[in-house]
């Protein structure tokens, strides 16, 4: 640490108590200054040699004959005065990093300048910044940070704003010229260890281009909001390296950051902290992780941070949604609500995510290209893929929430139905999470949340389960039933079972049925499947399985031909088996309600014009 010292005389200034300080002279004093608690006996003509200020309130002392002068407000305190009175008697002092700016205002409010005394405290106190604290790292930092309760004199003075640049400039000093000490995990110079510096001999020092960033995060908040605006505007550092330097101050400042701020200390500081971060958050994507954004926006709901900072987060967050995991997105439930997680928080990241593309196609509109021919959205398949299999996943996690309305569960599922997806597993696993926690709700709820899926994209393993959960409608059992038939017909390169002709086959002679009584039957499809009913549709599937030669997988290829006309035929038996779902598939005409919109390309061109079983193209609520 760099220091000066003025004065030659010792230093005879003694205490008695607590509140009283003198000068140990033989000279009696003839002046006492009242600092705040604190009296000082001293004498008038090293006082008025200095000090302007002074002079003034010693002539107005000497007119209402006190020999007593109040000052209340000097910066500094007691201590910056005593280093004044000091300097004025000649005493020896001290000045470093941590009293000179307090030194510095203190003789700029006694006016301790030129123009009362050649080579006066102020100027001294100048030298002393522009040649030694300014020039040193650790010094420039102890000084801004000492400088926060010198506030608004220092800033007057511009010696906070010197300081600033100061420490800006070092800060984006070529690596290969830092040659000053510093704090972020560095090994000694040879110098340091006593090592001649001259010898013929290659030093190599690894200087990180983030070496300053763990020093900088002593500084109050204000302070360091100026010291990395200083910086950005600089632009010699990149993106990433602001966005280490803000990481590095969250968790230093916010308690427990990591664990997205448990409640500790002072929320309108946090709140402070949070805000100046998130403003000076690099606008571009990459500089922060996703994680840390979200860390940032649990943080900013917790401390209550306004409206503008947590929409910035948002939007951010949106914008790399993709790089994002289902323990990052899970955002507690304000206050005084039952349900656990905030949906409406993630539904707004979701809704920024697929926003770019929206924008590139209504740009592409406004510059008149032809919708054939329209430019594709900025967003990758991959990180489509991506978010859609993030929210399958916060789906099932929230889906145990028993106080989760049906409304949220569904609303976000939709949000991301326009991305095509290979697989409807994960939703699915959802959505049986969803019945499993909320036994209660009535049929139409069970159907609303079923259309959700697309039983085509479920895998073998997840169609097993289906034809075993009492939780779904029976709608959803018979379906995955049958594609799961036609994915066995397809991959044995056999015609595709023409099951909706035998069906229709079966039902003749019972065309006219009435309107109630096809309100009864869409009724019966909706209804959760019985037990008996599921063991019957498990005991057919195996046995449709076995009849294929596939040994209870639909992947195996040697499926013989010859197998369709028994497959038909046992579906027709167990349809048969059941009435209400004979009316029902025949009133629809053979067409099926709960299929995905490109069925007939997935079911195999062999027999598409005989096949009389259309799956509806209506299928709005598909994830994929």
């Known amino acids: ?19 009283v300080r003198y000068v140990a002279s033989e000279l009696a004093s003839d002046i006492i200054v009242c600092i705040g608690h604190v009296k000082f006996y001293l004498h008038k003509f090293p006082l008025l040699s200095k000090s302007a200020h002074l002079q003034k309130f010693i002539s ?40 000179v700016i307090a030194a510095r ?30 020039r ?32 800006a400039n070092k800060a984006c000093v070529d690596v290969s010229k830092v040659d000053w000490s510093y704090t972020y995990n560095r090994k000694k110079l040879p110098e340091e260890n006593g090592i001649d510096s001259n010898q013929n001999e290659v030093r190599t020092r690894l200087v990180q281009k983030d070496w300053w960033v763990e020093d900088l995060c002593e500084l109050e908040v204000e302070l360091y909001k100026s010291v990395i605006a200083n910086i950005k ?29 448990i409640q500790t200390g002072s929320k309108s500081k946090h709140r402070s902290i949070v805000e100046t971060i998130v403003w000076l958050l690099p606008a571009e994507k990459d500089s922060v992780s996703c994680r840390f954004l979200l860390k940032l926006l649990k943080a900013a709901i917790f401390v209550e941070s306004g409206k503008r900072t947590i929409e910035k987060l948002i939007r951010r967050i949106g914008q790399q949604l993709e790089e994002a995991s289902v323990t990052d997105i899970l955002i507690p439930a304000p206050d005084g609500e039952t349900k656990t997680h905030d949906v409406s928080v993630v539904q707004k990241m979701v809704r920024e995510f697929l926003k770019k593309d929206d924008s590139a196609e209504i740009e592409s509109v406004e510059r008149g290209e032809v919708e054939g021919i329209r430019k594709p959205g900025i967003l990758s398949d991959a990180s489509k893929l991506l978010v859609a299999k993030l929210i399958d996943g ?53 159907k609303r949340i079923c259309k959700l899926m697309d039983c085509r994209k479920l895998s073998v393993d997840a169609c097993t389960h289906v034809v075993q959960n009492e939780r779904l409608p029976l709608r959803v059992v018979v379906q995955v039933l049958y594609f799961e038939q036609v994915r066995t017909s397809a991959s044995s390169g056999t015609s ?27 009724n019966d499809m909706d209804a959760v499947a019985t037990a008996e009913e599921l063991k019957a549709l498990r005991t057919e599937l195996a046995s449709l399985r076995l009849s294929n030669g596939v040994g209870g997988s639909f992947k195996d290829e040697d499926i013989k031909p010859s197998s369709d006309k028994a497959v038909i035929g046992k579906m027709k038996g167990l349809l048969k088996s059941n009435k209400s779902l004979l009316k029902h598939w025949s009133s629809k005409g053979g067409q099926g309600e709960n299929s995905g919109s490109d069925s007939s390309q997935s079911i195999g061109s062999a027999n598409r014009e005989e096949a009389k079983f259309t799956p509806s193209r209506n299928w709005s609520h598909s994830v994929s």
């Not at 205002?105 to 030298?127: F, P, Q, R, S, W």
């Open 496 to 522: 595709t079972p023409d099951i909706a002709k035998g069906i229709k086959d079966l039902n003749s002679g019972s065309n006219g049925s009435s309107r109630s009584g096809t309100t009864n039957q869409e």
């Open 105 to 134: 205002c203190a003789a700029e409010y006694l006016g301790m300048n030129e123009t009362v005394d050649k080579g006066n405290l102020i100027y001294k106190v100048d030298v002393f910044l522009s040649s030694s604290i300014f």
């Open 1 to 19: 640490m760099k220091f000066m010292k003025l004065g030659s005389k010792p230093d005879t200034f003694q205490t008695d108590g607590n509140n």
């Open 60 to 99: 107005l002392s000497n007119e209402t004959n006190m020999d007593e002068v109040q000052i209340s407000d000097i910066p500094g305190g007691i201590s910056a005065f005593e280093i004044c009175a000091k300097f004025c008697y000649g005493m020896t002092v001290t000045l470093n990093a941590y009293n």
């Open 233 to 261: 505007t600089k632009e010699v550092h990149s993106n990433e390296v602001i966005g280490e330097a803000l990481k590095a101050y969250a968790c230093r400042k916010l308690p427990n950051f990591s664990n997205s701020m």
């Open 136 to 167: 040193s790292w650790k010094d420039s930092i102890i000084l801004l940070q000492t400088s926060r309760t010198m506030l608004p004199v220092a800033e007057d003075l511009k010696v906070i704003s010197h300081c600033i640049e100061s420490i």
């Open 394 to 446: 916060y789906l099932a996690e929230i889906a145990k929430d028993h106080n989760l309305p049906l409304s949220d569960f569904i609303d976000l599922a939709e949000l991301v139905s326009g991305i095509s997806c290979p697989a409807h597993d994960g939703l699915y696993w959802a959505i049986d999470t969803y019945l499993k926690e909320h036994p209660g709700i009535s049929k139409g709820d069970r």
